[in-house]
C-alpha cells in the first residue's frame, strides 16, 4: 500500500525544501533588478552637487557676489547644476 508513493511514503518530503529554495532564488533575483531597494521616487530633493561640480558652483556663487547675476538667475542656473550631477 505505502509502496505506490515512492519511498514508502514520503514523495513530497522534499517539497518544502525545493520551494524554499525556489523563493530565496526568486528574491534574489527581484533585489538584482531592484526591487526591494532603495525607494528613489521618495527622495524629495536632489543630493548636494558632487565634486566636479564644485568649481562652477564656486564660479556661481562668485559671479552672484560680485552682482554680475542675480538670485533668480543663480537659482536656475544652481537648479542646472544639481540636475546635471
Known sequence: M?????LYGFHFFPFPIVLTLLLFISFLIARSYG?????????TEPPE????????????????????IDEEEFG????VLRQNL
Open 2 to 6: 505505502f509502496h505506490q508513493y515512492g
Open 35 to 43: 526591487y526591494f531597494g532603495s525607494d528613489r521616487s521618495k527622495q
Open 49 to 68: 552637487p558632487t565634486q566636479r561640480n564644485s568649481e562652477a558652483l564656486e564660479i556661481l556663487k562668485r559671479r552672484l557676489a560680485k552682482g554680475e
Open 76 to 79: 536656475k542656473r544652481f537648479q
